[in-house]
């Protein structure tokens, strides 16, 4: 069985931040998939698809499971899966 963290990007006064390659995001580098809903999808699939680099060949090589009921197939960003239904045995298989 995987273990599922959440990680957030949120300074101390409550400012939520996007991912942007800082060095100390380990738990995106060690992650072996990613787990995200549809907007996230669309903000992430936008902004690193086009990057190189380690963080950037990372997440665009890895899973991504895409909870969504508004999307539809086929997702453009490599490796990414649409789940409409059972998102934690849809994302263990």
Known sequence: ??????????TLDGVMEALSGE????EV?????????RVTYE??????????GE???KLNSMPK???SSTLE???EWSNSRLVR???PGESAS
Do not use: C, I, K
Not at 29 to 37: I, K, M, S
Not at 43 to 52: D, H, L, T, Y
């Open 73 to 75: 197939e086929p997702l």
């Open 65 to 67: 499971y895409v909870v």
């Open 43 to 52: 903000s992430f699939a936008a902004a690193w698809a086009v990057r190189e």
């Open 85 to 87: 239904g059972d998102a």
């Open 1 to 10: 069985m995987s273990m599922l963290v959440a990680t957030e990007f949120v």
């Open 55 to 57: 963080l950037a060949d």
């Open 29 to 37: 580098l060690e992650a072996e998939a990613h787990l995200l809903g």
């Open 23 to 26: 060095p100390e995001l380990n």
